[in-house]
């Protein structure tokens, strides 16, 4: 019954959900229901309330807890429009408040070491330098086309970002030549930049997968997003116009940027302290 129903929920906010959330939420709804052990219509406000208690209990961020307290959130709302209850159970469940921390990115030193480490094998090199370079998503850096990249203006059009929003951005000298040393090496014919054997995009999985290895050989967390917010906390400190950052990042709301303000502050600072 719930899985039906789950199907409904996505196969009708397919216009209005980004794969990303489509991807979370499903992976809540599913983590909800394996702890809960009843039907959408059975659950009420406590158990929401468990579930929540259970992952502050295990260590989850409060972030975490927002975004999947957010899927619940919303298909019992679309349970209630399209008349599949008469009572939301979400209703009396508060949000947790979001920890306000700076979000967490490689010094300049950190960032050389993960260089070195991927140094020889051009496929990798190349995709931590793409990350870097551009600060795009990782489902984007895997949908990326040959076509979508303009070598003499060093370009790449992100065909459909987060909420489907097109986007050109940038990528640097050093990221051009780490992305032909791959492209120059590379047997397989695909129309991706970063393709599997069969010529499709490689795997989600598989990249992040290299980053927890990184991690372990490293001995500091990197993740793809990491590098994401490495590109943008680096800009900001050099103290590029925030207009410009929510641009190449692609932010819809200015509001998503103004946390590397902070950062850009508390960077600055610990440079200061330094030389005291």
Sequence with gaps: MNLEVQQSFFRDQQARFSPETVRAYKIALKQFFASCQKNYNEVQARDIRNWLANMTETGLKPRSIHIKLSAIKSFYQYLMEENYLT?????KVKTPKKEDSL???LDKRQLAQLQELTKENPR?????EALYATGVRISE???ILLEDVKWDS???WIRKGKGTKERFVLFSYDCAERLKTYLNQREIESKYLFPNKKGEPISRCLVEMKFRQYTETLGFRVTPHTMRHTFAAHLAE???DFTYIQELLGHENINSTR???RLMNHARKKQYDRYQ
């Design 141 to 143: 850096l895997l949908n």
């Design 103 to 105: 979000p967490y990115y």
């Design 259 to 261: 946390i590397y303000t």
């Design 154 to 156: 060093r370009q790449i």
């Design 87 to 91: 009572k939301n159970p979400t209703l």
């Design 238 to 240: 050099k103290g590029m």
């Design 124 to 128: 990798d090199r190349a995709i931590v």
